[in-house]
């Protein structure tokens, strides 16, 4: 076939598979340190038949009288070819500048750290002091790669207009998410302040717990892992029983995660590993990496339990799926609901009790820790994504700069976020809502099993039995439908702000 035919859409979904499997397969080897540069931009290069403009308007035709089910699958794929002719032009500059990532160095009392050792680094550094220190030559040797962050964001941003027809960046997100994303945040502001007096309390008493007397009034970012971490629980929550703890968790559901032929676990702490926990879902329900790096602390284990709500999800999709319903979804709302609802496992004080021989009230000091993570993350990506509505709102005439970005943040959380920050802590397609939908809907969706179940839902078979119903649909259903389906509203933020303590 040569590089200008132009395919039907079983024939391009076949492609696009390899095409997704190979740069999933690249992504991960970066990832989890295996190679030290990338190369997604020979992948790209090699596939670049699937992605032309020519193909699009094909699929878009394609989408005419057809069944609803067909019109999605057919949607989903016109979107990754659209999102294809962007990393085409794109994987260029991007591979550049991870590689000059990777490469880059900070001498920290003579030793010459990476940026991800560095970053990993400060999960666990025990001093105040040398926390701000060694975050501070990170930010900013983070920074000086904020002019080809700017630039590939700008490159991305006329190149996604120019293919759909529409300009403006918050308008393609509603229309590709399917919501509004203004009235997400109306919903969520409304939610965030309802909340403030919980988490107001909340957060001076861990604060104090866990930064101890010698911190500041606003510590600063620098110190947001050190808290996810729980660090001064690190003797309870140890490094070497998390992944005991965190399997005998999942059988208790009826999940034998060690024993899916599909998901494959890389435990292995390496120097060039990235700190952050994932799951690349190469090729669902046969190829489903997940990836941690275990430091010591509690925050192993949600993030081992997180990651694994989305490989279950992945690996337990129903192979006769179409593949786009398999891998490709409108967004991440939906997995991030299954990731979000095992790890909300951690938040239960019969968890604590039960694995860690605390006492009743032990487990439930240990459990508000982690409801105190929680209410500050929610807010944290609260506040993110009013920072992104105001970045695109204004992106047209400013060409994205960092107003607003500090002063929402540290308002919201109490921690001081530099400015400088604003480019490296954005996601992508305003992953941020997916991310807060996620928060509301397990929140929901933890209401409807202990309505269904009972309040040890989280230790009960029937619970495994219900999520593995909703994983056989793999990726076709929205977060919304799941929202419909356990006769909630969307945007009933009512649940979490119970959970946070509101």
């Known amino acids: ?122 999960a ?48 393609r997100s509603d229309e590709e998410k399917g919501i509004s994303l203004r009235e997400l945040e109306r919903a969520l502001d409304a939610a965030s302040r309802s909340g403030t007096p919980a988490y107001d309390d909340l957060r001076e008493r861990w604060f104090a717990k866990l930064l101890g007397p010698e911190r500041e009034s606003v510590p600063t970012s620098n110190h947001s892992s050190y808290l996810r971490r729980l660090s001064p629980l690190e003797s309870t929550y140890t490094k070497e029983r998390s992944v005991e703890v965190c399997v005998e968790t999942l059988r208790r559901l009826g999940f034998e995660i060690q024993s899916i032929a599909g998901i494959r676990l890389d435990l292995d702490d390496r120097p060039q590993k990235s700190p952050r926990a994932c799951v690349i879902a190469s090729d669902p329900p046969n190829v489903v990496h997940l990836i941690t790096r275990a430091q010591g602390g509690l925050h192993d284990y949600q993030a081992f339990l997180h990651e694994a709500g989305h490989a279950l999800h992945y690996a337990g999709c129903d192979p006769a799926l179409p593949y786009t319903f398999r891998k490709i979804s409108r967004d991440h709302a939906l997995t991030e609901v299954y990731s979000y609802i095992v790890e909300a496992i951690s938040r239960e004080p019969g968890w604590h009790a039960e694995h860690f021989g605390l006492s009743d009230e032990q487990a439930v000091e240990n459990a508000e820790a982690t409801t105190f993570l929680e209410a500050l993350l929610f807010r944290r990506y609260t506040a993110k994504l009013q920072f992104e509505l105001e970045f695109w709102g204004r992106f047209p005439d400013d060409g994205g700069t960092s ?74 259903p929205t977060s919304e439908e799941i929202a419909e389906r356990i006769g909630s509203d969307p945007l009933d933020a009512g649940p979490l702000l119970h959970e946070l303590g509101a």
Not at 103 to 120: D, H, M, V, Y
Not at 140 to 145: C, V
Not at 446 to 451: D, E, G, M, S, V
Request: charged share 35%; proline share 2%.
């Open 1 to 122: 076939m040569s590089t200008t035919a132009i395919r039907t859409p079983l024939e391009y979904e076949e492609r696009l598979a390899r095409y997704l499997f190979e740069r999933s397969e690249e992504a991960r080897a970066v990832r989890v340190g295996e190679k030290e540069t990338s190369d997604q931009a020979t992948i790209v290069e090699r596939y670049r038949d699937l992605f032309t403009h020519g193909q699009v308007g094909a699929l878009h035709v394609a989408e005419d009288d057809v069944p609803d089910e067909e019109r999605e699958r057919l949607y989903r794929l016109r979107k990754t070819c659209e999102a294809g002719i962007v990393a085409a032009e794109l994987a260029g500059q991007e591979d550049e500048l991870e590689n000059a990532i990777l490469a880059a160095r900070i001498l920290w009392r003579g030793e010459e750290l990476p940026l991800r050792t560095a970053q990993a680094r400060l």
């Open 124 to 171: 666990v550094l025990p001093s105040y002091r040398d926390r701000d220190e060694l975050g501070a030559l990170h930010n900013a040797e983070s920074a000086r790669f904020n002019d080809e962050r700017r630039a590939l964001l700008t490159a991305g941003d006329a190149l996604e207009a120019e293919l759909s027809g529409v300009a403006d960046a918050i308008e």
């Open 403 to 476: 107003t607003g970005y500090s002063e929402r943040l540290t308002a919201a959380t109490g921690i001081h976020y530099p400015v400088e920050s604003f480019l490296s802590d954005m996601d992508s397609g305003f992953y941020s809502a997916d991310y807060l939908r996620a928060w509301i809907r397990s929140a929901q969706l933890r209401r409807h099993l202990i309505a269904e179940i009972g309040e040890d839902w989280w230790r009960r078979p029937e619970t495994g039995e219900r999520l593995r119903e909703l994983f056989r649909e793999g990726t076709r």
